[in-house]
């Protein structure tokens, strides 16, 4: 921490918060707001003459307001930077005459009681988000008593009572009678691995800590009695499995089950604990002195706004969402901003500091190219035929438009990751996808219908999960029918729906359209836009007595070369359903296709029917309007899944 | 907006792969089918065709028949692209002036029974070939001047560290912090696993 404080390189803004950051990779443009720490942090030494004389006390939160601290104060004694700050809101008056009794108190006279907040810009090629993440707080449900029982704290608290600085000097106190408890127990996944409570996930540390905290007591209270509740003990890096088995030889004694309840007895504020062990099966009492929650960490509140300035994703769980879970662990999916530590997941200080220089080194890898490249894939708007509609925004992932109203869209290249979902999506044909144009892509699918269209089935195949479970096929030897032919495109977002239609009017029988989970979409969720389109064909498709399930969806990632396999000899089954008269009624409602009003959705989200157009089968599955869920047949687990709800309104809309 | 070229001078260079491919396609005779296709003006099949001297025949083709697009059928893309454009642009062809058939994880390997129609396949996936590479356009990686210097947001334990190793490298480093103070939640901790010493 102090090398932060004394090095050259690095200015170090406290109190600061980031409220703009324009831009893009190599040239960020960022804004800061600093409040005023109203004590020059250069001049003062931490002598601690002013906090002597304040009048003011208020709850210290670094000790978790187990202690009390004045309104001018050193946050904790080896604060970076190593100066005091004043806190107006705790302050009688930043007035002199109010009080200014630390404004006289100082010899130095470092503290100005007129200082401002300053707001500051600056430039930067690459970010790091370590936003950190922050402690489950058990408040907000009560959970075993926390709040009301005096003698139940959390994971944190324990960490500032064990403390030599912290307000106990270090001496472990029950905080209903000053008393060292005799027996102390820990009840793990506080907050973790808890639906209801919507933290789902293991958090990480919370096992380790508590291992950590009981070796602290048993070192320190040789004969303190310490019980661990948990579910499962999760000691599984370099070391870990050791320090539990010491904690066990000194002692510590482990019983797996979560109380149900904790009560606290009225006359001498002891806990206790009732508990199904679930290795003998018994319901069991402990009465113990002590309880500490271990508490699971949860995304910091800051992650909202940091997700919001730099246009990043969050992961179900809440914290933020990397490019590729495997393969990019660091990087966010906004080209040059990176992820350290807890603000990409729970993690220890270890893995947090392993994060942290990963994200550096990919951050120094992007700045010590001098120049910035940027990937020919990019797109590029013809400003003749733009009409400024905005479309091309709406479905890029990554906010690679300059947009002004009236005026055409400007792709921004460094930022265009080349999805080609804006190509798809522009209905003025104005977008053109380098090396995935609409020239080219049409020339493939007639240069593949070109002779007995009727004998093959037309994929579209995304490069990095549909088109590489293709391969993967290939490498494991795979066997199906050659009656395939498979066109390639970055992304499955780039398949429009005029490349479909033509297909189809070309005598295709069948046309697949397949790409990757969408947990695994390289573009952010380009994808959820490929499944728009292809149920609003499937729709269009129905209203013009042509059956929709000659037009397939599938999800298959590079790993499943098995589900690619099983999808061609499926698409190969569907095919020869497909009659040549059938495809000559097709050819000839193509040549001239009633328009088709768009189908109503539902409205409020709930269970609703859905058909598999592999399998047939009908099934409820929960829909949430304007939420796009990856979806899969309970039977065949095709993706083909179409919504059956309000039939009725395309049928209609058919006939007029 | 690229269009077609009028008159392309495309070549086909169909690879062997071996056994890989050739034990299951007849790749003379896909060889013979490019021939035929419009703008084709020459096409051969290789033993290996990503090899030093498969690369060779490639660039030798380019300048004896001034070739303006290349068509490789072997194997997938994912695997050999970087390849193909490296060969290109040492012919001093745009890289990017290249398509490729993927006839061996995409039609060898998987049709391995069906002799005929994966023939037949691999001469379908070499007309969508050439026939997107009537239309290829040169491209070029576009490069755009960078700031040296990072923002790091967070000062606990991770930005630190970040900051630390990116500012000993000789960058500039702008961290910013909500609290008062460096360290977040690691300055809180009395102990810290697995060292069992002081987070400070």
């Not at chain 1, 380790?208 to 007591?217: E, F, H, R, S």
């Not at chain 1, 999760?234 to 066990?248: I, N, P, Q, V």
């Not at chain 2, 062809?93 to 129609?117: D, K, Q, Y």
Request: charged share 25%; net charge neutral.
């Amino acid at each position: 921490m102090a090398d932060v404080g004394r090095h050259p390189r690095i200015r170090l803004l406290t109190l600061a918060e980031v409220t703009e950051v324009a831009g893009h990779v190599g040239n960020f443009r960022v804004t800061v707001r600093q409040k005023a720490r109203f004590v020059n942090e250069k001049e003062c030494t931490a002598c601690g003459e002013c906090a002597k004389v304040c009048p003011q006390l208020v709850p210290d939160e670094f000790n978790l307001g187990l202690s009390l601290r004045h309104a001018i104060y050193q946050p904790f004694p080896q604060a970076i930077p190593a100066a005091y700050v004043l806190n107006p809101a705790d302050c009688l008056g930043l007035n002199p005459i109010a009080c200014g009794k630390c404004a006289r108190a100082c010899d130095k006279k470092c503290i100005n009681l007129e200082d401002q907040d300053r707001e500051l810009k600056f430039e930067v090629g690459a970010i790091i988000v370590a936003t950190g993440m922050e402690p489950f707080d058990p408040f907000d449900k009560g959970d075993f008593g926390y709040g009301r029982y005096a003698n139940v704290i959390t994971a944190m608290e324990f960490e500032r009572l064990a403390s030599s600085g912290g307000p106990t000097g270090g001496e472990l106190l029950r905080l209903s009678d000053r008393r060292k408890p005799a027996s102390i127990a820990f009840i793990q996944c506080v907050g973790s691995r808890c639906a209801e409570q919507g933290t789902p996930y293991c958090s990480n540390i919370c096992c380790m800590n508590t291992i950590k905290d009981a070796l602290v007591l048993k070192e320190h209270y040789p004969d303190m009695e310490v019980k661990v509740f948990y579910i499962d003990l999760r000691a599984f890096a370099k070391g870990f499995e050791e320090m539990l088995w010491r904690s066990k030889r000194l002692g510590v004694k482990y019983i797996r089950g979560i109380p149900g309840e904790v009560e606290e007895d009225g006359q001498t504020a002891n806990l206790r604990l009732y508990v199904e062990n679930t290795e003998t099966g018994k319901i069991e009492n402990h009465e113990v002195e002590m309880v500490v929650l271990a508490t699971g960490v949860r995304p910091a509140k800051t992650t909202e706004a940091i997700k919001q300035l730099l246009s990043l994703q969050l992961h179900p769980e809440g914290f933020l969402l990397e490019a590729h879970p495997k393969l990019q662990p660091v990087d966010s999916p906004i080209r040059g901003v990176f992820y350290a530590g807890g603000a990409e997941g729970p993690k220890d200080i270890k893995d947090s500091v392993t994060q942290a220089s990963a994200a550096a080194g990919r951050a120094a890898r992007l700045l010590a190219q001098g120049t910035l490249a940027a990937e020919p894939y990019t797109v590029a708007v013809d400003p003749a035929k733009c009409r400024a509609c905005g479309a091309c925004l709406k479905v890029c992932s990554y906010q690679a438009f300059e947009w002004e109203k009236g005026k055409p869209a400007k792709p921004i290249e460094a930022v265009c990751a080349g999805c080609g979902t804006c190509a798809a999506e522009c209905r003025f044909d104005a977008i053109e996808a380098h090396q995935f144009t609409d020239e080219q892509i049409l020339a493939q699918i007639e240069a593949a219908l070109a002779e007995e269209p009727e004998s093959k089935s037309l994929v579209f195949a995304c490069h990095w999960c549909s088109f590489a479970a293709a391969d993967t096929a290939g490498v494991a030897r795979g066997q199906y029918p050659a009656r395939q032919v498979l066109i390639r495109t970055m992304c499955s977002g780039r398949v429009a729906e005029e490349f479909v239609l033509k297909a189809f009017a070309l005598g295709a029988p069948v046309v697949l359209v397949s790409g990757c989970h969408f947990a695994d979409c390289h573009y952010l969720n380009a994808n959820r836009h490929t499944q728009r389109r292809v149920e609003r064909l499937w729709d269009r498709l129905e209203a013009w007595g042509i059956r929709p399930e000659r037009l397939q969806l599938e999800w298959i990632s590079a790993a499943q070369g098995q589900r690619f396999v099983y999808t061609m000899q499926e698409l190969e089954k569907l095919r020869q359903t497909v009659t040549p008269e059938e495809i000559e009624k097709t050819k000839e409602i193509l040549r001239n296709p009633p328009r088709v009003a768009p189908r109503p959705e539902p409205k409020e989200p709930g269970e609703q029917p859905f058909r598999c157009l592999r399998c047939g089968k009908e099934f409820k599955l929960h829909y949430i309007p304007g939420k796009p869920q990856e979806r899969t047949c309970p039977y065949c687990e095709s993706n083909s899944v179409r919504l059956l709800v309000l039939k009725e309104a395309a049928v209609s809309a058919s006939a007029k | 907006m690229s269009t077609q070229v009028s008159e392309p001078r495309i070549g086909v260079f169909v690879c062997r792969c071996g056994t890989n491919i050739a034990a299951t396609v007849n790749v003379e005779q896909v060889a013979e089918f490019a021939r035929s296709l419009p703008g084709v003006v020459y096409a051969q099949t290789g033993l290996y065709v990503c090899s030093e001297p498969g690369q060779k025949e490639i660039q030798k083709a380019i300048a004896e028949q001034n070739l303006d697009r290349v068509v490789v059928a072997a194997c997938s893309p994912r695997m050999h692209e970087p390849t193909f454009r490296a060969c290109l642009a040492q012919a001093g062809m745009n890289p990017f002036l290249l398509e490729i058939a993927n006839i061996r994880e995409g039609c060898s390997w998987v049709h391995t029974s069906e002799p005929e129609r994966a023939t037949k396949k691999a001469c379908d996936l070499v007309r969508m070939a050439v026939a997107k590479a009537r239309y290829l356009a040169p491209l070029t990686e576009r490069r755009f001047p960078l700031k040296d210097a990072v923002l790091v947001v967070g000062g606990g334990v991770a930005g630190i560290q970040a900051s630390l190793d990116l500012a000993d490298a000789g960058h500039q480093v702008y961290l910013v912090e909500r609290s008062p103070s460096l360290g977040g939640l690691m300055a809180q901790l009395h102990k810290t696993y697995p060292t069992m010493d002081c987070a400070i």
